[in-house]
């Protein structure tokens, strides 16, 4: 079993910035991608960002290209997602989640690809 934290979220005002981390434990052997969903008040869960355990390359949602950031820290199994020039619109709880079977890059931004997940953290951003 895998197991993700999530932590790092809170309150801040527009154009601010926050990173949240996503730490992964247990059999982490074999994991092959970690991504980050966000879920709005009322809004179906959405893909936010993704990154491939080993060789990291990343995804991003249009919604955040050029201000969200994933990377990683493999001697920590940790993740993160540094978010800046946060919007209002960013407000929501964010979702780290994991996969241990290869994703094929085109459906890296499907939530049923993925079988481990953390147990959220709020984002609000206040304009």
């Known amino acids: 079993q895998v197991q993700l934290v999530e932590s790092g979220g809170g309150l801040v005002q527009a154009g601010d910035s926050l990173r949240l981390s996503c730490a992964a434990s247990?059999?982490?052997?074999?994991?092959?991608?970690i991504g980050w969903f966000r879920q709005a008040p009322g809004k179906e869960r959405e893909f936010v960002a993704a990154?491939?355990?080993?060789?990291?390359?990343?995804y991003y949602a249009d919604s955040v290209k050029g201000r969200f950031t994933i990377s990683r820290d493999n001697a920590k199994d940790t993740r993160y997602l540094q978010m800046d020039t946060l919007k209002p619109e960013d407000t929501a709880v964010y979702y780290c989640?994991?996969?241990?079977?290869?994703?094929?890059?085109?459906?890296?931004?499907?939530?049923?690809?993925?079988?481990?997940w953390g147990q959220g953290t709020q984002v609000t951003v206040s304009s």
């Open positions: 990154i491939r355990w080993n060789s990291g390359v990343t």
């Open positions: 989640s994991g996969s241990s079977r290869y994703v094929f890059a085109e459906t890296i931004g499907q939530q049923a690809v993925y079988e481990h």
């Open positions: 247990g059999r982490t052997v074999g994991m092959q991608v």
